[in-house]
């Protein structure tokens, strides 16, 4: 129905930066809002990022003034720009998009995940 395809992660040394993308595809009328969680091993997954569509974007505390999100709506394609990374940051990130479809339901969609590895 939709698909989110990521791409972009990888490892990097701590101060490094990294670009993740998110491009969505298939039965899609709008796009409500896009965006990024991630989760490391044992813990719960969580907000990293997030950009409705029209309203202000939501960042965790934890990311805020080193991650930038941003969109392209033409290409149904969310980014993650990731500037000064830390250990921490160490995560598989997730792309979420909530989606009104072509029979114009409202759903939300997951990406496979991609891995960000951040060394010390």
């Known amino acids: ?13 701590a101060g490094g930066s990294l670009r ?4 969505a595809s298939g039965s899609i009328f709008s796009i409500n809002a896009m965006g990024w969680y991630r989760q490391a091993p044992g813990k719960q ?5 997030r950009r409705p569509s029209g309203a202000k ?7 805020k003034g080193r991650f930038t999100i941003s969109r392209d709506d033409a290409k149904n394609t969310v980014y993650l720009q990731m500037n000064s990374l830390k250990p921490e940051d160490t995560a598989v990130y997730y792309c979420n998009a909530e989606v009104v479809t072509t029979t114009l339901a409202e759903f939300g969609f997951w990406g496979q995940g991609t891995q960000v590895t951040v060394s010390s």
């Open 1 to 13: 129905q939709v698909q989110l395809v990521e791409s972009g992660g990888g490892l990097v040394q």
């Open 20 to 23: 993740l993308s998110c491009a």
């Open 45 to 49: 997954r969580e907000l990293v990022a």
């Open 57 to 63: 974007t939501n960042y965790a505390d934890s990311v």
